[in-house]
Structures are given as C-alpha cells and as structure tokens.
C-alpha cells in the first residue's frame, strides 16, 4: 500500500555567489529553490514515496518556477495557496576553510509569514496522509504561521497521522512576540518524531546539556542523557534524533547522528565529509532519511544508519535539495564510501 507525505513550510528564492565567492564579488547570483519542509518533500519524492507539499506563495512567475521545479521532482502541489505579494528570498554565502558560511534572509512580508490558521483546509489535506512532517522554522515568521502548524499539527493527530519535527532554531527569525521556548513548547506535545541538535533543545525546550557545539567535537553518549530529559518531559513523543556535527572548518566535518525509543539509543557511524560542496539541506536530508527509514527498514538502528548517510552525500550536492537516489543512499549506508565510477 502506497503512503503518503505531507509537509508544511516556506519556499524560498535562494540566490548564490558562484562557487566560494562572498557575496557581490562578481555581479552575477546563481537562483535556486529550497527551505526545510520543502527540501524533505525532495528527499522523500526521490526515494518514491507520494509526498505533498503545503505552502504560500504569490501569485508571479517566480514562485510559479519553483512550483514548477517541485513538480518535476514528483512532488505534489495541489493544496499550495496562491496569495500574498512577494516569496521570501535567502542569500547564502559558502565558506571556505576558517572563513564561515553566512545566510541573509530578506523573507519579511513573504506570503507564508501572513497566513492564518483558517486558510489551510487541514482535514481535506490530511485524507489518507500517514505522516506530517514540519519545522521550527515556520512558526518563527509570524504569530499566524505559528497558529497555523499548531492548527495543523491538531488536525493531523485527529486524523490519526503521524507528525515529526525538526525544531531547527533560527535565532533571527524569531521576531515577532513570543519566544521560541512558548511556541516550540507546545507544538513539541503534539510530536511523535522529534528531530534537533543540542542548541534546539535549549534555545526552543529549555533544556540545556552543557555541551558547547563550536568546539568541533561531540560525544555521543552525553545525548543518553538529552534523550532522557526529552522524554520524559515529553510522554508523547516516541523517538528522539540528534544530529551531531563536528565542525573542523567549513568544508570539513564530521557527521553522525543518535536517536532514542523506547526501546534503546541508537548510534550511527561517523561520516568524516572533507571538501563539503554545500552543506545547507544537510539537516533536511537526516530528517527525511529518518522518516523514511523508520517507515521502511528493518529496525531504529537500521534507520539511524540510512538518516546518516543520505545527509553525509546532501553534503556533495549544490543547492538546497538533496538529488541523490535511494540506492545510492543504501549503498553507502552500507559501507561503499569508495566513490569510484559506477558503469
């Protein structure tokens, strides 16, 4: 039986200096799309799976483009409102060796940020839907976008559909009144899959662990004890992922990820990724590897290890969404990390 995928959130303009340039070295800015929720619809449509993808976006060639591009990755676009007058835009600048990557968001106004609850017909979208996944990101915009996932997330549970999500804080989005830790909070008690990393949890749970991620060095036992504060702060969630980036320089990190059930912890391998091509979707690409590996593989410690690895080979990939196919996800889930020619 065929299941099928919603996500929620912005779409955005992402514009890019060529390679390793800082921006406006040249005149010249590469466009592309991407943002969160969108960039796991991507992932998921890509491993097969019926993926539909829920935003705003104004009614101009712009934002047709990227409905567009969303289409021609297979995934489904029918309940995207068209309003508003303007599509948030990103521009993104890629780092090299000490020198880091920086992210200008120019999003104010943008059609997602003026939505309200009432606009999205959630039990119509969530009809034979299995999983809702979401982020921190979108309740960041604006006090309707934030009712709006709540809204959202209260649907979903009612009509019985699994909901993750990725608390992905943004510190310069949240703007708009209340703090992440009110908002996150409360969304957090309707979640089933919870996936951070430690500065999430405290900067949107209040939950603080004492590890200082800039360090470029995480151990991984140190989240037994997150996962158990998580847990028991919140009964319903059921698994809690973690992903664990060991920054050396911004083309060189580590990756590994953790996850806990009920059942145990979970551990993945560590990915050492040198030359990173482009390390923004990465966190996406865990997220959207974890779903899909907790929905069809063996086991958590199964699904841990394929989350991995789908985000380790994003890091390869230009650009926000993460083309890379199920079998080569697999393969080096498996232990093929040679990267020789396929013939």
């Known amino acids: ?18 390679g390793h340039e800082v921006l406006f070295q040249t005149p010249r800015l590469e466009a592309t799309f991407g943002g969160a929720e969108a960039n796991v619809a991507v992932s998921l449509a890509n491993y097969g799976e019926s993926v539909e993808f829920v935003t705003a976006l104004p ?23 068209r309003k508003g007058e303007r599509m948030g835009i ?17 999003r104010a106004h943008s059609s997602v940020s003026e939505i309200s609850p009432a606009e999205f017909k959630w039990d119509d979208i969530f009809k034979g839907v299995h999983w ?9 915009l604006s006090r309707g976008a934030a009712e709006a996932v709540l809204e959202a997330m209260k649907a979903a549970r009612a009509n019985g559909v699994k909901i993750s999500c990725d608390l992905n804080y943004r510190k310069k989005l949240w703007k708009w009144g209340r703090s992440p830790e009110e908002v996150m909070t409360e969304l957090a008690s309707q979640v089933d899959v919870l996936i951070a990393n430690e500065e999430d949890c405290q900067k949107c749970l209040g939950i603080k662990l004492g590890v200082d ?34 920054s050396k320089s911004a083309d060189w990190n580590n990756w590994s990820v953790v996850m806990a059930d009920k059942n145990g912890f979970y551990v993945s391998k560590k990915y050492e990724i040198r030359d990173i091509v482009d390390r923004i979707g990465g966190g996406d690409s865990f997220g959207a590897g974890l779903i899909w590996g907790l929905d069809n593989l063996g086991g958590p410690q199964e699904a841990v290890e394929f989350a991995a690895a789908a985000s380790a080979l994003k890091h390869t990939i230009y650009g926000d969404y ?6 080569d996800v697999k393969n080096l889930a498996a232990g093929d990390a040679s990267g020789r020619v396929q013939r």
């Open 1 to 18: 039986m065929t299941r099928k995928y919603v996500t929620f959130g912005e779409l955005m303009l992402r514009l890019s200096p060529a």
């Open 59 to 81: 009614q101009n060639p712009i934002a047709d483009a990227a409905i567009k591009e969303l289409r021609a990755f297979g995934v489904g676009t029918s309940h995207i409102l």
């Open 90 to 106: 990103y521009f993104t600048e890629m780092g090299a060796s000490m020198r880091q990557s920086k992210v200008i968001y120019d």
């Open 132 to 140: 809702f996944h979401t982020t921190g990101i979108t309740p960041a």
């Open 213 to 246: 991620v800039t360090k470029g060095l995480l151990e991984s036992s140190k989240y037994r004890e997150l996962a158990r504060f998580v847990t028991a702060r919140f009964s319903n969630i059921t698994h809690f992922a973690v992903s664990l980036r060991e």
């Open 322 to 327: 993460n083309r890379i196919s199920l079998d």
